[in-house]
């Protein structure tokens, strides 16, 4: 834990400098946050939070609700009461016109949080059985979440903390975050310039995200879990399958096969539904014969630890999120 203490405070020293001027992502605002500036993340000096909760919804490995691995016998078993400890933060520095969860990423709906009530969060979310702090869009506010991770750990923290990115990110940023982070769960979600432009407005993405995977690759280059299955480090990258994009999907898997190990878990998302502002072209749910072509091409290439979703091509079979109710995801 010295070491992991020892590292933050590094880290915090390298990145002070970005308050008052940031570039903290590729969008490099250059902003001065200390004096109430704000760039394309819409977000200060101090952490800003929507909720912070005991999630299911991730991948087993993560959440718990299923057994872990993706070929595990027991993948039928009842949903554990026990899950991830997940902290959604406020605005992003990507802003996807389909984001689900837009009413935090774009229309930043939610609260600032001191350094004391983030780690006391974290703390709270171990107490209640979290099996690792879940950090849900994080690279905006990197800076005040190492703070409050030095407090939480001087105050007792233990469980494994997870970089839950767009992967829209700097990569001599997450080389700041070695030894600090235990888990990367980074997205991946263009290959095309022009993909990538026309529904993040980041035609940079892909050249950015490829370097970045590849340093948290070096970083957590093995998924492993513990006695119960569960994380305790790795990378696992996603891919969210958008409908009639399946050509940048194909493009996604061959570039992963060719500069990563098959071993590194992959999980292959069908959740897409349209939301907020989405394009005419992907107003409509994610057709089932696209996600198995998807599928079936990560199948060909041999990726050996694959998570799946075999649900979502219906309207009625991926509810979206709620974020003005304090548990965005209890339906009614």
Not at 104 to 121: C, F, M, V, Y
Not at 231 to 241: C, D, N, T
Request: hydrophobic share 40%; with cysteine; aromatic share 8%.
């Amino acid at each position: 834990m010295d070491r992991k203490l020892a590292r933050i405070e590094r880290a915090l020293a390298q990145l002070s400098g970005h308050e008052a001027c940031c570039t903290l992502c590729p969008r490099e605002c250059r902003v001065n946050r200390k004096e109430g500036e704000v760039g394309i993340c819409r977000s200060g000096v101090q952490a800003s939070l929507s909720c912070a909760l005991i999630h299911h919804g991730e991948e087993p490995v993560l959440s718990g609700s299923r057994a872990a691995r993706p070929d595990s016998p027991k993948s039928q078993d009842a949903p554990s009461p026990r899950g991830s400890g997940t902290i959604f933060f406020t605005g992003c520095n990507l802003k996807c016109l389909f984001c689900q969860n837009y009413q935090i990423s774009w229309l930043t709906q939610g609260r600032a949080a001191s350094d004391e009530e983030l780690a006391a969060i974290m703390l709270d979310l171990e107490k209640k059985g979290a099996y690792n702090i879940n950090l849900v869009s994080p690279t905006h506010l990197i800076i005040p979440i190492l703070r409050a991770l030095d407090q939480a750990y001087r105050r007792g923290l233990r469980i494994p903390v997870v970089y839950n990115s767009n992967g829209y990110e700097k990569v001599d940023i997450i080389e700041k975050l070695a030894g600090i982070i235990d888990i990367y769960l980074p997205d991946l979600k263009y290959f095309s310039p022009d993909a990538a432009a026309k529904f993040s407005g980041a035609p940079d993405y892909f050249s950015h995200a490829r370097l970045s995977i590849q340093e948290m690759f070096c970083q957590q280059p093995a998924l492993i879990l513990d006695d119960r299955e569960i994380a305790r480090k790795g990378l696992i990258i996603r891919h969210l399958i958008l409908p009639g994009q399946t050509a940048d999907s194909l493009a996604i898997l061959d570039w992963l096969a060719h500069h990563l190990p098959r071993s590194v878990p992959l999980s292959l998302m069908s959740q897409y539904h349209p939301c907020f502002r989405a394009p005419a072209e992907i107003q409509r749910p994610l057709a089932a014969e696209e996600y198995q072509a998807v599928l079936t091409r990560a199948n060909e290439l041999q990726f050996e630890s694959l998570f799946i979703q075999t649900e979502g091509f219906e309207p009625d079979e991926h509810l979206v999120p709620d974020f003005s109710r304090p548990d965005p995801f209890k339906w009614r």
